[in-house]
């Protein structure tokens, strides 16, 4: 059976020849492929997972909560507006956790643990519909709006789901991760910012812990400073706004100034924690 990143067929057919429709706009990097000896079964009507037949019941069995995820998703930020939200789970050899490619997440095997402790990969996924698939960073340097937003909404799915001690634990790995992080950039310190300068690079050099848990570590502080209503409210107008569209650091500053602290009459460190270095000088205080 063929999958990709669009509507896909649930079944094999006889002649091997599949076609492929996407009604929404994508990235070209959110094109993605998969063909093999696969099977497919449901857990809701728009949630179900793909795997080879030795694996499918368990892969059933691990996620079988990704119809709650959704459901956790919209009631924070809005309607999930790609219909489908199935995941693949593909062999050892697959070099990434996981990617949020829209209808069809690629997944790791090395996620079935038999006891659902390590589907948060699912819900990060899945919070991309959102941060990165729907609204998307205009550069790699603007990397952070993808990946900073998405940490930050996977643990409030988990937390909604699952309580907040889950959602602690999550953000204190990520927490050790950046201290790690921090440590091995002492001689870039420009590669500790959350907006980069990438130009002349590889821009896998900003794939790291700084886009992902700096970034989070930016909105959690922004939302005890703002209170969560606020910050929701922010969150689900910012998705909205900007859907099926790119974005980058800059013009997110304006809409945050002019959409939430100018409205509430808050003062809050923004530029700081985005384009110099003492934010993350406090980070490990």
């Known amino acids: 059976m063929a999958v990709m990143s669009a509507e896909n067929p649930k079944e ?34 728009r949630t179900g997972v793909y ?74 996924e899945l919070a991309h519909s959102w941060s990165g698939n729907l609204v998307t960073n205009a550069t790699w340097n603007d990397f ?10 996977e643990i409030r799915i988990m937390e909604a789901l699952y309580g907040q001690d889950r959602a602690n634990m999550l953000a204190l790995i990520g927490r050790q991760d950046l201290e790690d992080e921090l440590e091995a950039l002492k001689e870039s310190p420009n590669d500790t910012k959350l907006k980069l300068d990438l130009k002349g690079r ?3 050099d900003g794939m790291n812990s700084i886009a992902y848990d700096k970034g989070y570590l930016f909105l959690r502080t922004l939302e005890e400073k703002v209170g969560r209503d606020n910050m929701d409210a922010f969150l689900k107008s910012y998705f909205k706004k900007n859907a099926f569209s790119t974005t980058n650091t800059e013009d997110f500053i304006t ?3 002019e959409n939430l602290l100018e409205r509430n009459n808050i003062t809050f460190n923004t530029e700081e924690w985005i384009y110099q270095l003492v934010c993350q000088k406090t980070l490990l205080s």
């Open 12 to 45: 094999k057919n006889a002649n091997g020849i599949y076609n492929f429709k996407m009604k929404q706009p994508i990235p070209a990097y959110l094109i993605a492929l998969a063909i093999g000896d696969i099977e497919y079964k449901a857990i809701s009507e």
């Open 144 to 153: 952070w709006l993808n990946e900073g937003f998405t940490v930050y909404f």
């Open 51 to 124: 795997a080879e037949k030795s694996m499918l019941n368990k892969v059933h069995e691990e996620f079988s909560d990704m119809e709650k995820m959704v459901v956790a998703a919209e009631n924070l930020y809005g309607a999930y507006d790609w219909d489908q939200f199935d995941v693949i789970v593909l062999p050892p050899s697959f070099p990434f956790g996981g990617m949020e490619n829209p209808r069809l997440t690629f997944a790791t095997p090395t996620v079935i643990a038999g006891d659902k402790s390590l589907t948060s990969l699912v819900a990060h």
């Open 202 to 204: 590889n821009p896998d």
């Open 255 to 257: 809409y945050l100034n």
